[in-house]
């Protein structure tokens, strides 16, 4: 890779060197109304904050030039985007936060997955006919599953960040109190959902003025209940947040909705500290998400695979590498359908679905001149016992420590329902379970038995905040949001760094596809070349050129001393924040 001594500002690439004296801090900006994605051209040596929404990006920014390490600024970041970036940003939802701890050389991956109310069961979401109610689903109380927002973040700031909580949340209190001009971007995204967010009474009148408008690109937007929740949490911790009078609100909402959710399922929920999954390709070690969720599997499994050609004499996306490496996400989404879900649960074969010796009996299957039709490929035989909207991003310190963070509502603004007096959304994440074992979810994939609805159960994830190591330290750090799409999102973005010697801007903008092996339905995204979809159809791949993008990585590249940051552009609104 060719590297410059120079701030590169170009398809969301920002570059901020670490082995230069310390440039004087910028003034403070008034925030400016924007139709993309913006850089911050400042030259330094002490961080890096990649993410979706401006904002919230300079928040976490903000942490790390008042001493805190990528643990507070990705905590803070956490909370602001809750303020600013609502679609996805969150209270009442849940993820996975990756981090590299430099001082110990471990890492260490914290789960804050949403829960099932202990009063779900496995029917919740049929009819009397046995069909899914997609309106009971995806829309109603019952699709709320347990938050676990507030306990990650907080357990996260506690075992591992630095400065006292109530500082790291002070900005975004401030901003929920204060308010800030509506960007382009965040227009656009009410503006999206805004019929499905007035069937809502208290969303309407968060996100709506009296006659249903959404806010106007330059209008000020002051959120006084997020920040009343926001100070709960900043002066009382956890408890703030799932006991007291933020808990007996959304109670009381759950209670008029005919929810689920209880105080005792508020009060007993906890996040848990997992050992991440690890695998290795070339000469790089992958370290990623492990279950409840299914994306670190999956990308060491499919990483595994292809490990077996020469990417680079097939060329970049070129016929031959997409079929390759769509009938290697074939055989791993299958795999997904039977295998995964929550380790607390069920048994998951991570040790032998991640095995090298695996991947070369599943390799042995692609045919290298015809492709795979989905009805003949099953879930491999392994030995065991017995996301549409989500958001990233990614930080670096000048400390060495490295935090890859997903976190989401499920759907973009999760239920449209908001609870009276908190500012927040709830989630719909109960959808994530099989709701009818064997038929697919909302992003089409098809899950088994032991994703079953189970009260205190985890439902089953594709988030994938994932870091890539050379030489025993970090070099890339990515993630994204896209629900079925992040597993190969992310993936790609890392195969084309690792397989191809692309620099992270050029590795992030590069053209995807997408197959998750039910449907039988080969996804790409414009700028493939046409003679090559061509030769795909001939191979007999049933090719969907896309008409929108697939995912939206937040990648950071840490490279002979230098940060390179990279916000996708496939949506406006992201950012590189460094100094």
Same mark, same amino acid.
């Given at each position: 890779?060719?590297?410059?001594?120079?701030?590169?500002?170009?398809?969301?690439?920002?570059?901020?060197?670490? #082995?230069?004296?310390?440039?004087?801090?910028?003034?403070?900006?008034?925030?400016?109304?924007?139709?993309?994605?913006?850089?911050?051209?400042?030259?330094?040596?002490?961080?890096?904050?990649?993410?979706?929404?401006?904002?919230? #990006?300079?928040?976490?920014?903000?942490?790390?030039?008042?001493?805190?390490?990528?643990?507070?600024?990705?905590?803070?970041?956490?909370?602001?985007?809750?303020?600013?970036?609502?679609?996805?940003?969150?209270?009442?939802?849940?993820?996975?936060?990756?981090?590299?701890?430099?001082?110990?050389?471990?890492?260490?991956?914290?789960?804050?997955?949403?829960?099932?109310?202990?009063?779900?069961?496995?029917?919740?979401?049929?009819?009397?006919?046995?069909?899914?109610?997609?309106?009971?689903?995806?829309?109603?109380?019952?699709?709320?599953?347990?938050?676990?927002?507030?306990?990650?973040?907080?357990?996260?700031?506690?075992?591992?960040?630095?400065?006292?909580?109530?500082?790291?949340?002070?900005?975004?209190? #401030?901003?929920?109190?204060?308010?800030?001009?509506?960007?382009?971007?965040?227009?656009?995204?009410?503006?999206?959902?805004?019929?499905?967010?007035?069937?809502?009474?208290?969303?309407?009148?968060?996100?709506?003025?009296?006659?249903?408008?959404?806010?106007?690109?330059?209008?000020?937007?002051?959120?006084?209940?997020?920040?009343?929740?926001?100070?709960?949490?900043?002066?009382?911790?956890?408890?703030?947040?799932? *006991?007291?009078?933020?808990?007996?609100?959304?109670?009381? *909402?759950?209670?008029?909705?005919?929810?689920?959710?209880?105080?005792?399922?508020?009060?007993?929920?906890?996040?848990?500290?997992?050992?991440?999954?690890?695998?290795?390709?070339?000469?790089?070690?992958?370290?990623?998400?492990?279950?409840?969720?299914?994306?670190?599997?999956?990308?060491?499994?499919?990483?595994?695979?292809?490990?077996?050609?020469?990417?680079?004499?097939?060329?970049?996306?070129?016929?031959?590498?997409?079929?390759?490496?769509?009938?290697?996400?074939?055989?791993?989404?299958?795999?997904?359908?039977?295998?995964?879900?929550?380790?607390?649960?069920?048994?998951?074969?991570?040790?032998?679905?991640?095995?090298?010796?695996?991947?070369?009996?599943?390799?042995?299957?692609?045919?290298?001149?015809?492709?795979?039709?989905?009805?003949?490929?099953?879930?491999?035989?392994?030995?065991?016992?017995?996301?549409?909207?989500?958001?990233?991003?990614?930080?670096?310190?000048?400390?060495?420590?490295?935090?890859?963070?997903?976190?989401?509502?499920?759907?973009?603004?999760?239920?449209?329902?908001?609870?009276?007096?908190?500012?927040?959304?709830?989630?719909? &994440?109960?959808?994530?379970?099989?709701?009818?074992?064997?038929?697919?979810?909302?992003?089409?994939?098809? &899950?088994?038995?032991?994703?079953?609805?189970?009260?205190?159960?985890?439902?089953?994830?594709?988030?994938?905040?994932?870091?890539?190591?050379?030489?025993?330290?970090?070099?890339?750090?990515?993630?994204?949001?896209?629900?079925?799409?992040?597993?190969?999102?992310?993936?790609?973005?890392?195969?084309?760094?690792?397989?191809?010697?692309?620099?992270?801007?050029?590795?992030?903008?590069?053209?995807?596809?997408?197959?998750?092996?039910?449907?039988?339905?080969?996804?790409?995204?414009?700028?493939?070349?046409?003679?090559?979809?061509?030769?795909?159809?001939?191979?007999?791949?049933?090719?969907?050129?896309?008409?929108?993008?697939?995912?939206?990585?937040?990648?950071?590249?840490?490279?002979?001393?230098?940060?390179?940051?990279?916000?996708?552009?496939?949506?406006?609104?992201?950012?590189?924040?460094?100094?």
């Amino acid at each position: 890779m060719k590297l410059t001594r120079y701030l590169i500002v170009a398809l969301g690439f920002c570059l901020v060197p670490v #082995a230069m004296a310390q440039a004087p801090a910028p003034a403070a900006q008034t925030p400016i109304i924007d139709f993309g994605s913006r850089f911050l051209p400042t030259v330094a040596r002490q961080g890096m904050v990649v993410g979706p929404e401006e904002l919230a #990006a300079e928040v976490g920014l903000d942490v790390l030039r008042a001493g805190g390490n990528a643990v507070d600024a990705a905590v803070a970041t956490g909370f602001a985007l809750a303020v600013s970036y609502p679609r996805a940003g969150n209270l009442g939802g849940g993820g996975f936060m990756l981090l590299h701890l430099a001082d110990e050389d471990r890492q260490t991956l914290i789960d804050y997955r949403e829960t099932a109310p202990a009063a779900a069961t496995r029917d919740l979401f049929l009819n009397e006919n046995g069909a899914v109610d997609q309106q009971r689903a995806y829309f109603s109380h019952k699709s709320a599953g347990v938050p676990g927002t507030v306990a990650g973040l907080i357990l996260a700031q506690q075992r591992y960040g630095t400065l006292p909580l109530a500082d790291v949340m002070a900005p975004a209190i #401030a901003l929920a109190r204060d308010g800030f001009a509506v960007s382009f971007a965040l227009n656009q995204e009410i503006a999206a959902r805004a019929e499905r967010l007035a069937m809502n009474p208290e969303a309407r009148r968060l996100f709506l003025d009296a006659q249903g408008r959404v806010p106007e690109i330059g209008s000020r937007w002051q959120q006084p209940d997020l920040a009343w929740t926001l100070t709960q949490i900043a002066e009382h911790g956890q408890k703030g947040f799932y *006991e007291g009078e933020v808990a007996r609100r959304i109670l009381a *909402e759950m209670q008029a909705g005919e929810g689920l959710i209880s105080a005792a399922d508020l009060a007993g929920y906890r996040a848990v500290e997992r050992e991440p999954v690890r695998g290795t390709y070339q000469q790089y070690e992958i370290i990623s998400t492990p279950p409840p969720s299914s994306g670190g599997i999956h990308i060491i499994q499919i990483l595994n695979i292809l490990e077996g050609y020469d990417l680079q004499a097939m060329g970049h996306n070129s016929a031959a590498y997409i079929h390759h490496l769509t009938e290697a996400m074939k055989l791993a989404y299958a795999d997904r359908s039977r295998y995964l879900a929550d380790p607390d649960f069920e048994p998951v074969p991570v040790a032998e679905l991640t095995d090298k010796a695996y991947a070369e009996r599943q390799r042995a299957l692609i045919k290298p001149g015809r492709a795979t039709p989905s009805e003949e490929i099953a879930p491999g035989k392994v030995l065991v016992d017995a996301s549409h909207d989500t958001t990233h991003y990614t930080v670096a310190d000048r400390f060495g420590n490295v935090v890859s963070n997903t976190y989401t509502l499920n759907f973009s603004f999760g239920s449209h329902i908001a609870v009276p007096g908190t500012g927040m959304l709830l989630n719909n &994440e109960m959808a994530d379970f099989a709701a009818n074992p064997g038929q697919p979810n909302p992003f089409g994939l098809v &899950e088994g038995e032991a994703n079953r609805i189970e009260g205190g159960k985890r439902p089953l994830s594709s988030m994938s905040p994932t870091m890539v190591f050379r030489d025993g330290k970090p070099w890339l750090a990515t993630g994204s949001p896209g629900g079925s799409l992040i597993i190969t999102s992310v993936l790609q973005t890392a195969l084309n760094a690792m397989a191809f010697d692309m620099n992270i801007a050029t590795a992030s903008a590069e053209p995807r596809v997408h197959h998750q092996w039910q449907p039988d339905k080969l996804v790409v995204e414009q700028g493939i070349s046409p003679d090559t979809l061509a030769l795909l159809r001939a191979l007999g791949h049933n090719v969907d050129v896309a008409g929108r993008t697939l995912g939206r990585t937040q990648s950071i590249m840490l490279d002979r001393g230098y940060l390179w940051g990279a916000t996708d552009t496939r949506r406006p609104g992201g950012h590189v924040a460094g100094y």
